[in-house]
């Protein structure tokens, strides 16, 4: 059986730039919108720039910058204050940091064109392709990675949506339909992102975490992004301000199952963790 324990490389092509790591990698979240659940991630147009910064001297390998709330919930954010939000954003932090890599999270082929214009390197796209395949089309006529998330529904939605008859089961599948999506139209690196907390229950979520390593079968480097979520601080009867430790024992789970990049608000706390359990390994 294929040892899916540690993801021991990740190797994709930037914007026509060959980007490799031998390791699990590290994304930093930076939200341009003023209503993210975790509000010590919230920046604007003047902060963004510190605050990346802070997370590139902690050790991020990526940074993702969205402008679109999508936490359970979230108001609904129209096309042009999301460009208003993401762009400028962009922009000031390759401003200072020209050579970072930066994931525009977003699911509007508008915005995702726009930002990779304005220097972004990878889509991040929670619905996956399904609110509009452009976006597939996006990535591929720019080669740009794109990150293919699992949800059903939208924001506002979502959380009434999680009725499964076989949760890993309609999971693999909608990767299998989606991933051929994305390739029909060019895609050429797809990473998978399984959604943890998008239309899924408390114990649904712990179920794909158990079950994470069967995402495998795809053969494509996984995203964890479980930062500070409502999965743990309910679990544990706190909240979001508290749930780094919670967010941190996740993480090291999820790289026992082969995570291959971690989407966190706490750089240096993720960065310290795969050093951690590459030296368990012997990979350090």
């Known amino acids: 059986m294929k040892d899916t324990s540690f993801c021991s490389k990740i190797q994709l092509n930037i914007r026509g730039k060959l980007v490799e790591w031998n390791g699990p990698v590290v994304m930093g979240i930076l939200n341009a919108t003023p209503d993210s659940f975790y509000s010590f991630s919230r920046v604007n147009e003047q902060s963004i720039v510190d605050a990346a910064g802070e997370m590139l001297e902690d050790g991020a390998d990526i940074l993702d910058i969205g402008g679109y709330s999508s936490r359970p919930g979230a108001d609904e954010v129209s096309e042009q204050e999301e460009i208003d939000r993401v ?50 089309k996006v990535a591929g006529e720019n080669m740009a990675p794109y990150i293919l998330m699992h949800m059903r529904g939208t924001p506002q939605t979502m959380q009434k949506l999680t009725d499964y008859g076989n949760l890993m089961l309609e999971i693999q599948q909608y990767f299998s339909q989606q991933v051929k999506k994305a390739k029909d139209a060019g895609v050429k690196d797809i990473l998978l992102d399984p959604g943890f907390g998008f239309s899924k229950t408390l114990d649904q979520n712990y179920q794909l975490m158990h079950h994470l390593d069967l995402l495998h079968l795809h053969d494509l480097p996984i995203l964890v992004g479980i930062s500070r979520k409502s999965m743990i601080y309910k679990k544990l009867g706190s909240n979001a301000d508290q749930s780094l430790n919670g967010t941190t024992a996740l993480n090291m789970f999820a790289l026992t199952k082969g995570a291959g990049i971690l989407r966190v608000h706490d750089v240096r706390e993720a960065k310290e963790t795969i050093s951690l359990y590459r030296t368990i390994l012997g990979a350090e």
Not at 87 to 105: F, G, K, Q
Request: no cysteine; charged share 20%.
């Open 87 to 136: 762009i400028p954003a962009i922009e000031s932090v390759l401003r200072s940091n020209p050579d970072i890599i930066i994931s525009v999270d977003t699911f509007r082929p508008r915005v995702a064109k726009l930002a990779l214009e304005a220097g972004a390197g990878i889509i991040n796209d929670i619905t996956g392709g399904q609110f509009d395949t452009d976006i597939f």
